[in-house]
């Protein structure tokens, strides 16, 4: 009996052996189940993590053109405002260039006014030109003053003296000046043009009252082109240090560009330095059209100020 | 007697190796679940940058920007320019203005 029972026992153990030896089997297959289950999650986060890095470059890449999209919104703003500005600046050179204008021929007229007045009220009276070199008039009538002599009734006739040879003091009292007589010297040599064209016959104070009235406008004119030429010869050495900046960035930029090549890196400074050499250009057109309009002005000058 | 003994060194045997299979089994399970959480925040995390980036929708500015700013550049220094050209014409309107000034009190109409 008590053999009977270790045997059984034994039976029992073998049996419990082969039941656990089973159950191992079965933890084996949960196991690699286990492992494959890893490796497919590990496939999938190599997968996720691959297109993370890729969305990640193209997330910080679309960062850094949305930087550049706000500077580029925030410069264009600020290039309207300035436009505009620019705008409402130019409108007022526009109108301060007319109020100088406006001012300019005041004072010219003024003066005119004021020499008329004078020469016209001194016309008739007695004056003494004692000190006129080479001369002794004493007490003559004055019969008439232009910007060019002053005229007198001697006992001999009619005679001119002309203002340079007049003293300072009767120089001064009938404004006689070096400028106002070349300016009329030009008015009457081209008020005699159009006469003679027209076949008129003007009498002496007539042509002198016109001609005072030309060379008021015509000093007028001069200030305003001698003013524009000065504008404009500041706004042409402005625009040139412009141009020069233009190419030379255009120079720095084609630079970048070579360089790049050199080293197989794809660069895109060429437009940039292709935009600022046009831009350059654009800007020596205009230079050399203002260069012109300068050398008109200065012959529209000349010729208001030739001596016929 | 010696016959029980192989059985049950083999069953503690069995029991030891099963053990240890239940703790890899434990350890396994235990990595799986760590590399489940660590997906699904990848996930979520790649969820969200998806996310942003069809929120930040752009193109790429640079050229844009450098022929704004370009003219931005040429129209300031134009500005300056016309501001300083506006002072001189001002300057000199109001120097016509003192001449004129001037004159009309040294030789006034008035008198002769």
């Known amino acids: 009996m008590k053999k009977l029972t270790f045997e059984n026992i034994g039976m029992g153990g073998v049996l419990g052996l082969m039941s656990f030896f089973l159950w191992s089997c079965e933890n084996a297959d949960d196991i690699q189940e286990l492992e494959d289950s890893i490796d497919s999650i590990t496939g999938s986060l190599v997968d996720v993590e691959s297109?993370?890095?890729?969305?990640?470059?193209?997330?910080?890449?679309?960062?850094?053109?949305?930087?550049?999209?706000?500077?580029?919104?925030?410069?264009?703003?600020?290039?309207?405002?300035?436009?505009?500005?620019?705008?409402?600046?130019?409108?007022?050179?526009k109108e301060l260039s007319i109020a100088l204008k406006a001012a300019s021929l005041?004072?010219?007229?003024?003066?005119?006014?004021?020499?008329?007045?004078?020469?016209?009220?001194?016309?008739?009276?007695?004056?003494?030109?004692?000190?006129?070199?080479?001369?002794?008039?004493?007490?003559?009538?004055?019969?008439?003053?232009?910007?060019?002599?002053?005229?007198?009734?001697?006992?001999?006739?009619?005679?001119?003296?002309?203002?340079?040879l007049?003293?300072?003091?009767?120089?001064?009292?009938?404004?006689?000046?070096?400028?106002?007589?070349?300016?009329?010297?030009?008015?009457?040599?081209?008020?005699?043009i159009a006469r003679a064209k027209e076949n008129r016959v003007i009498d002496a104070d007539k042509e002198n009252e016109e001609a005072i009235t030309q060379l008021t406008e015509n000093a007028a004119a001069i200030a305003d082109k001698k003013s524009q030429i000065a504008s404009m010869t500041r706004r042409i050495k402005a625009k040139e240090l412009e141009a020069e900046r233009l190419e030379s960035l255009s120079r720095q930029w084609q630079i970048e560009e070579n360089n790049s090549k050199r080293r197989g890196k794809k660069y895109s400074a060429n437009s940039r330095a292709t935009?600022?050499?046009?831009?350059?250009n654009k800007i020596r057109l205009a230079i050399l059209r203002a260069k012109e309009i300068v050398l008109q002005l200065r012959f529209e000058i000349g010729q208001l100020l030739k001596v016929n | 007697m010696k016959k029980m003994i192989i059985p049950f060194l083999c069953l503690g045997i069995a029991v030891m190796g099963l053990s240890s299979c239940r703790e890899k089994e434990k350890e396994l399970e235990a990595k799986e679940s760590k590399l489940g959480e660590e997906l699904d925040q990848k996930r979520k995390k790649l969820n969200e940058v998806v996310r942003s980036v069809d929120e930040l929708e752009?193109?790429?500015?640079?050229?844009?920007?450098?022929?704004?700013?370009?003219?931005?550049?040429?129209?300031?220094?134009?500005?300056?320019?016309?501001?300083?050209?506006?002072?001189?014409?001002s300057a000199e309107k109001r120097g016509f203005m003192k001449r004129l000034e001037d004159y009309r009190k040294k030789y006034s109409m008035g008198e002769d």
Do not use: C
């Open chain 1, 275 to 280: 935009k600022a050499s046009d831009e350059a």
């Open chain 1, 51 to 93: 297109r993370l890095e890729e969305e990640e470059e193209k997330l910080a890449r679309l960062k850094e053109w949305k930087e550049v999209e706000e500077r580029y919104q925030a410069s264009s703003a600020k290039f309207e405002a300035v436009e505009s500005e620019l705008k409402l600046v130019k409108e007022k050179t």
């Open chain 2, 58 to 89: 752009t193109e790429d500015y640079s050229e844009k920007l450098v022929e704004v700013n370009l003219k931005l550049d040429a129209l300031t220094r134009g500005l300056e320019f016309e501001k300083t050209e506006l002072e001189k014409l």
């Open chain 1, 166 to 192: 007049l003293p300072e003091e009767h120089q001064h009292r009938f404004q006689f000046s070096d400028e106002e007589a070349n300016a009329y010297r030009q008015a009457v040599a081209k008020l005699r």
């Open chain 1, 106 to 164: 005041d004072f010219f007229k003024y003066r005119n006014q004021y020499r008329s007045m004078v020469r016209a009220k001194a016309k008739g009276t007695l004056i003494d030109l004692s000190s006129v070199k080479g001369a002794e008039y004493k007490g003559v009538r004055i019969s008439r003053i232009t910007p060019l002599e002053l005229r007198v009734l001697l006992p001999s006739g009619p005679k001119g003296v002309p203002y340079a």
